[in-house]
C-alpha cells in the first residue's frame, strides 16, 4: 500500500515560489494500479518523484506498506522502488541481462542468482532469454527495449513501481500489446503502482483507481467506472470528454450483461420448429443453429423457415459473429456494427453457446449505472 499524506512541493524561484503539488493525500491499496492524469503542468510527474525521492518534497510524508519512508536512507527507499520512465534509461554500454540485474547486483545478489532472475523475467516479458539477453540495447526495437526497462524494474521484486509514461514513445500497435502483456504480469505480480499517464484510454484500460490532476492539486481520486459516470466538476467531465459514456464500454464485460435466455435450434429439428420458436423468443429476423455440444454453426432465416419445409441443418447461413463472454462491451458494439445486428450469441471458453447480448441491454446497463450514480450525487448534495 502507497498512502501520500497531504504531500506538497513548491520550487523556489526568483520571484518567490511555484506550487507545483498542494497538499496531495491519497491511499493506493496493495496490489492495485493507480493512473495519475492531467494536463502537462499539472503536478503528476512531480508527484510520482517524490514518492522516491528524485524530487525531495517540502512537505508531507509518503509510507510504503505502513512504514514512514522519511526514515529511509534514499538508496535504501530507491532500491526497493521500481522505476520505469518513458525514455528507458537504459545502460547501452551493458548486455540486457546486466541492465536487468543492475539493482540485484548492487544488492549483492550472487551471480547464479541473478542470472536466473534475468532468464525468469525475459520469459514474463515475452523475449526469448537464449536469443537477448547477450545483446545490447541498441540491437532492440523500442518496444522490445521498454519491456527490458519494465523487467529491470522488476528485477529485485519490489513491492511499489513507479511508471512515468511508460509506453508513451511507442507506437499504437506495440503500445496496445505491450499493455495488455504488462496487465498479464500484474495479475501474477499484484505490484502496487503509480503510473503516469496523458492518455485517456490508456488510463481507464490500466487503472484500478485514477487520480485527476489540475494547476498541482488533486481534483478527483475515483475507480474508473466512478470517474467516468460522475465527474466531479466541470474540468474533469471536459478532460475526460464528451465520449466518456462510449469510453465505458472497456469497462464491462460481456459476461456481466449476458442473458443466458436464448432461443436455439438443432440441425435435426424442422423448418417449422424453426418458425415456431423464432415466434416464441420473438425473432423477427432468425434463430441461432447449435449442433449437439452447443456450438454455434449458423443461422436459419424466417424468410427460408416460413415458405420452405425441410430440416434446419440443410437451411442456414454462416453466423456473422459471436462474442467471448469475457470481450469488453466496446469489442461487441463495434461488432454489432459491423454486421449491422442488434445483438450477438455469447460463447465461453469451450465454444459453447451460453447465452446473447443486445444493444438494448448494454443501454440499460450503462444508462443505470449513470442514473443510481447522478441520484446518489443529488442526494448528497441536498443533504448538504
Given at each position: 500500500?502507497?498512502?501520500?499524506?497531504?504531500?506538497?512541493?513548491?520550487?523556489?524561484?526568483?520571484?518567490?515560489?511555484?506550487?507545483?503539488?498542494?497538499?496531495?493525500?491519497?491511499?493506493?491499496?496493495?496490489?492495485?494500479?493507480?493512473?495519475?492524469?492531467?494536463?502537462?503542468?499539472?503536478?503528476?510527474?512531480?508527484?510520482?518523484?517524490?514518492?522516491?525521492?528524485?524530487?525531495?518534497?517540502?512537505?508531507g510524508r509518503v509510507f510504503i506498506?505502513?512504514?514512514?519512508?522519511?526514515?529511509?536512507?534514499?538508496?535504501?527507499?530507491?532500491?526497493?522502488?521500481?522505476?520505469?520512465?518513458?525514455?528507458?534509461?537504459?545502460?547501452?554500454?551493458?548486455?540486457?541481462?546486466?541492465?536487468?540485474?543492475?539493482?540485484?547486483?548492487?544488492?549483492?545478489?550472487?551471480?547464479?542468482?541473478?542470472?536466473?532472475?534475468?532468464?525468469?523475467?525475459?520469459?514474463?516479458?515475452?523475449?526469448?532469454?537464449?536469443?537477448?539477453?547477450?545483446?545490447?540495447?541498441?540491437?532492440?526495437?523500442?518496444?522490445?527495449?521498454?519491456?527490458?526497462?519494465?523487467?529491470?524494474?522488476?528485477?529485485?521484486?519490489?513491492p511499489v513501481m513507479l511508471m512515468?509514461?511508460?509506453?508513451?514513445?511507442?507506437?499504437?500497435?506495440?503500445?496496445?500489446?505491450?499493455?495488455?502483456?504488462?496487465?498479464?504480469?500484474?495479475?501474477?505480480?499484484?505490484?502496487?503502482?503509480?503510473?503516469?499517464?496523458?492518455?485517456?484510454?490508456?488510463?481507464i484500460k490500466m487503472g484500478d483507481?485514477?487520480?485527476?490532476?489540475?494547476?498541482?492539486?488533486?481534483?478527483?481520486?475515483?475507480?474508473?467506472?466512478?470517474?467516468?459516470?460522475?465527474?466531479?466538476?466541470?474540468?474533469?467531465?471536459?478532460?475526460?470528454?464528451?465520449?466518456?459514456?462510449?469510453?465505458?464500454?472497456?469497462?464491462?464485460?460481456?459476461?456481466?450483461?449476458?442473458?443466458?435466455?436464448?432461443?436455439?435450434?438443432?440441425?435435426?429439428?424442422?423448418?417449422?420448429?424453426?418458425?415456431?420458436?423464432?415466434?416464441?423468443?420473438?425473432?423477427?429476423?432468425?434463430?441461432?443453429?447449435?449442433?449437439?455440444?452447443?456450438?454455434?454453426?449458423?443461422?436459419?432465416?424466417?424468410?427460408?423457415?416460413?415458405?420452405?419445409?425441410?430440416?434446419?441443418?440443410?437451411?442456414?447461413?454462416?453466423?456473422?459473429?459471436?462474442?467471448?463472454?469475457?470481450?469488453?462491451?466496446?469489442?461487441?458494439?463495434?461488432?454489432?456494427?459491423?454486421?449491422?445486428?442488434?445483438?450477438?450469441?455469447?460463447?465461453?471458453?469451450?465454444?459453447?453457446?451460453?447465452?446473447?447480448?443486445?444493444?438494448?441491454?448494454?443501454?440499460?446497463?450503462?444508462?443505470?449505472?449513470?442514473?443510481?450514480?447522478?441520484?446518489?450525487?443529488?442526494?448528497?448534495?441536498?443533504?448538504?
Open positions: 500500500m502507497i498512502e501520500l499524506d497531504n504531500l506538497t512541493k513548491i520550487f523556489e524561484t526568483g520571484n518567490g515560489g511555484v506550487l507545483a503539488a498542494d497538499h496531495i493525500s491519497m491511499t493506493v491499496p496493495s496490489g492495485e494500479i493507480c493512473i495519475l492524469l492531467g494536463p502537462s503542468g499539472c503536478g503528476k510527474t512531480t508527484t510520482l518523484k517524490m514518492i522516491n525521492r528524485i524530487i525531495q518534497p517540502t512537505s506498506e505502513g512504514e514512514d519512508t522519511s526514515g529511509m536512507q534514499t538508496e535504501d527507499l530507491r532500491r526497493n522502488i521500481g522505476y520505469v520512465i518513458q525514455q528507458i534509461g537504459l545502460f547501452p554500454n551493458m548486455t540486457i541481462e546486466e541492465n536487468i540485474t543492475a539493482v540485484p547486483r548492487l544488492l549483492g545478489w550472487e551471480r547464479q542468482r541473478c542470472r536466473e532472475r534475468a532468464r525468469e523475467l525475459m520469459d514474463v516479458i515475452a523475449m526469448d532469454p537464449n536469443l537477448y539477453l547477450h545483446r545490447y540495447p541498441n540491437e532492440l526495437s523500442g518496444g522490445q527495449q521498454q519491456r527490458v526497462g519494465v523487467a529491470r524494474a522488476l528485477a529485485a521484486d519490489p512515468d509514461e511508460p509506453f508513451g514513445a511507442i507506437d499504437p500497435i506495440n503500445r496496445a500489446v505491450i499493455q495488455d502483456e504488462f496487465l498479464r504480469m500484474q495479475q501474477q505480480l499484484k505490484k502496487t503502482i503509480l503510473f503516469v499517464s496523458h492518455d485517456i484510454d490508456e488510463a483507481r485514477i487520480a485527476i490532476f489540475r494547476e498541482g492539486r488533486l481534483v478527483q481520486y475515483s475507480e474508473p467506472d466512478d470517474l467516468l459516470a460522475a465527474p466531479k466538476d466541470e474540468f474533469v467531465e471536459s478532460f475526460l470528454g464528451d465520449d466518456r459514456a462510449l469510453k465505458r464500454l472497456n469497462l464491462v464485460r460481456v459476461g456481466d450483461i449476458v442473458s443466458p435466455d436464448i432461443g436455439t435450434v438443432r440441425p435435426g429439428e424442422t423448418l417449422e420448429t424453426a418458425r415456431q420458436r423464432m415466434d416464441e423468443f420473438g425473432y423477427q429476423l432468425s434463430i441461432l443453429l447449435v449442433n449437439d455440444s452447443n456450438e454455434p454453426i449458423g443461422m436459419v432465416p424466417r424468410s427460408v423457415a416460413s415458405v420452405t419445409r425441410g430440416y434446419c441443418r440443410d437451411h442456414y447461413q454462416p453466423v456473422p459473429a459471436t462474442i467471448h463472454v469475457e470481450d469488453t462491451l466496446r469489442k461487441a458494439t463495434s461488432l454489432m456494427f459491423a454486421e449491422d445486428t442488434t445483438w450477438l450469441p455469447c460463447i465461453d471458453d469451450a465454444g459453447q453457446v451460453c447465452g446473447q447480448i443486445t444493444q438494448r441491454a448494454m443501454t440499460r446497463h450503462l444508462g443505470s449505472r449513470f442514473r443510481s450514480t447522478t441520484r446518489a450525487v443529488a442526494a448528497a448534495e441536498s443533504e448538504a
